[in-house]
């Protein structure tokens, strides 16, 4: 694996091993075309190179309070190929949602009525096929999407920050982990 560093690196933030911080810039976010006919790549991604299949896992934390600040895990072959999953804040409730890019976004989410201030994430790649599972209250890993993507044997993974309609989202990335071994779940 690779050092970590940014894409679209935010004015503040801090990197203390496997606790990472980040303040989002005005107006950042990761989407292309669908729907909303826009293409952003602006949001932040602390990133690090990996070779085939991982697992990637954090605990996710921050106010969500304004529409579309989101904060996850990304994994990205570049602008037109990627993955980005976590928490995203719409119409005034906290999603779990996940947007994978073929050249077009797609978007799906999900109201996770467990979240009380930080939700616990894990990505993990199989070839081309993705997982996405979250962390139960009952300790649980719930799957909430599994898709594909094709693949390079070399990609970047990492945590992401987005806030699209404003700026000082507060991200916190805690226990933050890449390992090559697969789940027992």
């Known amino acids: ?6 894409l679209n690196e935010p004015a503040t933030w801090s990197d203390e091993g496997r606790n990472i911080r980040a303040v989002t810039d005005a ?17 932040h991604f602390y990133r690090q ?11 996710l934390s ?7 600040d989101h904060s996850g895990l990304m994994l990205r072959v570049d602008a037109r190929n990627w993955l980005r999953a976590g928490i995203e804040y719409v119409d005034g409730t906290t999603h779990v949602s996940t947007v994978i890019t073929r050249g077009f976004s797609d978007w799906s989410m999900a109201p996770w009525p467990h979240y009380a201030g930080s939700l ?3 990505l993990t790649r199989h070839e ?6 979250c962390l139960d209250t009952d300790g649980s890993w719930k799957l909430v999407r599994l898709g594909y993507l094709n693949l390079p044997s070399t990609v970047q993974v990492g945590v992401m920050c987005c806030s699209p309609e404003r700026e000082g989202f507060a991200a916190s990335f805690s226990n933050f982990t890449v390992s090559g071994q697969e789940p027992s779940e």
């Open 1 to 6: 694996m690779s050092a970590r560093r940014w």
């Open 27 to 43: 107006n950042t976010d990761f989407w292309r075309q669908t729907y909303y006919g826009v293409t952003r790549d602006s949001g």
């Open 49 to 59: 190179e990996v070779s085939g299949n991982f697992i990637m896992e954090v605990t």
């Open 62 to 68: 921050g106010e969500y309070q304004e529409a579309h």
């Open 120 to 122: 616990r994430l894990r």
């Open 128 to 133: 081309t096929a993705l997982r996405v599972q």
